[in-house]
């Protein structure tokens, strides 16, 4: 295996979701080649259906101060719907994920309250010194959705590159009617998820790791 292709399969194994942050701000530059480089993802017919607004600061300290609220609150609306159900093979990884993440953290099964008040953390988005929303041209769909997740995974990846971790989290399309408003997004965008990121801390949550399915689960080959 060359070097090269040692540091890339390296980069994508240490590619985890993160969820403690140290609250040392990222430096503008490191953002702007993580956003620049992601920027030769791949997308149907080159058009690039993506936008992403990245938040620091005062206006992160607001989100943070009253997405939280709000939510609690049940004042929440998605741009695109949420609707697949998991059954079989899919539902057991989902429990699977969640069984690592909450024994990492020492929260059981019944431990209803816990549970929910880490949910709620990502409405802080636990702790992290940046976030960025990734939003879909309102005229857009599944296709384009897929452009926006390639683009989302070169993104995660550069972070690691840098030297950061990332946590994506769907939970805060949950707010796009809150989120769209405070950024003054318009009409021609829609929130599809958010992608908190900083400096990992060393914790017991940022080493949880998920199980992946094996290779001849997913891959046929065809002679």
């Not at 070097?3 to 942050?21: G, K, P, T």
């Not at 802080?124 to 995974?153: H, I, K, N, W």
Request: charged fraction near 15%; hydrophobic fraction near 45%; proline fraction near 6%.
């Amino acid at each position: 295996m060359s070097e090269q292709a040692e540091a890339f399969l390296n980069i994508v194994a240490n590619r985890r979701s993160m969820r403690a942050f140290k609250p040392d701000p990222v430096p503008r530059a490191v953002i702007e080649a993580v956003m620049g480089g992601a920027q030769q993802a791949p997308s149907n017919c080159n058009t690039q259906p993506w936008f992403v607004h990245v938040v620091t600061g005062d206006m992160l300290e607001q989100l943070r101060a009253t997405l939280p609220t709000q939510f609690a609150a049940g004042e929440m609306a998605l741009d695109f719907p949420y609707d697949g159900q998991y059954d079989g093979v899919y539902k057991e990884r989902q429990y699977a994920s969640a069984t690592a993440l909450y024994d990492a953290l020492g929260i059981s099964r019944d431990e209803k309250a816990a549970r929910n008040n880490w949910f709620m953390r990502n409405f802080t988005f636990f702790d992290a010194p940046a976030v960025a929303f990734f939003t879909l041209p309102s005229q857009f769909g599944l296709r384009e959705a897929c452009d926006l997740g390639m683009y989302a995974q070169t993104v995660m990846l550069g972070l690691v590159a840098h030297g950061l971790g990332s946590c994506p989290q769907t939970s805060l399309g949950f707010m796009a009617n809150v989120i769209r408003p405070a950024l003054g997004l318009g009409d021609h965008e829609k929130l599809m998820f958010g992608l908190s990121f900083g400096y990992p801390t060393e914790t017991p949550v940022n080493q949880v790791q998920t199980e992946r399915a094996a290779l001849h689960d997913v891959v046929t080959f065809h002679e």
